[in-house]
C-alpha cells in the first residue's frame, strides 16, 4: 500500500518563528488532507488540498502532485500552534492513510 | 451546525467485556469511516459504510470486532471479548458524498482503556 512519510518527527519553536512541515507519499493520490490534533485528540481540518496551494490565515499548504509531496506552512506562530500536525491521503479506496505526524511545540 | 459526535468519550473495560462505541456523523453525510489510534500513532482505517452498506472492512483487526450503521446515519463499533492492545482511540468520520474526492471529518473520538 501507499506509504505516507512525515518530517520532521518533532519540532521545537520558540513563539513567533515561522515553520515548515513536509509530507511525501509514495505513489499518486486522489485526495490529501492536512490536520491539526489538539492536545484533547480532536482531529482539526486544515486543509483539504490534493493539488495546488492554499492559505487559511498564518496558515497555507502546497501540494506538488506530480513529485508526490505536500508542504505546510506556519507563520509567526503561537503557543496554541502546539499539537501534532498529520498529513493523510487517499488513493483509490476512499480511506485515509494517514503519516505518522510531527509534534510541533511551540514555547512563550 | 453539529459535527460528528461520538460517545462514550472514556471507556473502561476489564479484559474479556464486550463494548460498544456509537458515532453520529454530520446530518446528511452518506460516508463514514471508523479509524483506529494507537498511542503516539496515526490513525489507521477500520472499515467503511456508504450509507447503510459496509463496503470495506478490511482494516477491522479480528472479528472480534463489527461495525454497523443500520439506518445509513448512526454507527456502532462493537468489540467483544475486549483485550489489552485493543486499548487506542476510536476515531469517527464523516463525508457528505461517496468517492475519494471527498474531505472527511473527525469526531473527538472514543478512549478506550483495557485493563
Known amino acids: 500500500g501507499i506509504q505516507v512519510e512525515q518530517s520532521p518527527p518533532d519540532l521545537i519553536l520558540q513563539e513567533g518563528a515561522n515553520s515548515t512541515l513536509r509530507c511525501n507519499f509514495s505513489d499518486s493520490v486522489n485526495n490529501l488532507q492536512w490536520f491539526h490534533q489538539n492536545p484533547w485528540g480532536q482531529l482539526i481540518n486544515l486543509f483539504y488540498i490534493p493539488s495546488g496551494t492554499k492559505q487559511n490565515g498564518r496558515l497555507s499548504a502546497t501540494t506538488v502532485a506530480t513529485e508526490r509531496y505536500s508542504l505546510l506552512y506556519i507563520s509567526s506562530s503561537q503557543t496554541t500552534d502546539s499539537g501534532v500536525y498529520f498529513c493523510?491521503?487517499?488513493?483509490?479506496?476512499?480511506?485515509?492513510?494517514f503519516g505518522q505526524g510531527t509534534r510541533l511545540t511551540i514555547n512563550p | 451546525g453539529a459535527g460528528v459526535s461520538q460517545s462514550p468519550r472514556y471507556k473502561v473495560a476489564k479484559r474479556g467485556q464486550d463494548v460498544a462505541l456509537r458515532c453520529d456523523p454530520i446530518?446528511?453525510?452518506?460516508?463514514l469511516f471508523w479509524y483506529q489510534q494507537a498511542l503516539g500513532q496515526g490513525p489507521e482505517f477500520l472499515t467503511y459504510f456508504q450509507n447503510e452498506a459496509q463496503l470495506d472492512k478490511s482494516g477491522l483487526p479480528s472479528d472480534r470486532f463489527f461495525a454497523e450503521r443500520p439506518e445509513g446515519s448512526v454507527s456502532t463499533l462493537k468489540i467483544q471479548r475486549t483485550q489489552q492492545e485493543d486499548s487506542a482511540v476510536y476515531l469517527c468520520?464523516?463525508?457528505?458524498?461517496?468517492?475519494?474526492?471527498?474531505?472527511?471529518?473527525f469526531g473527538p473520538g472514543t478512549r478506550l482503556t483495557v485493563l
Open positions: 446530518s446528511g453525510h452518506v460516508s
Open positions: 468520520a464523516s463525508s457528505p458524498r461517496t468517492g475519494a474526492y471527498n474531505e472527511q471529518f
Open positions: 493523510a491521503v487517499v488513493t483509490g479506496a476512499q480511506k485515509l492513510v
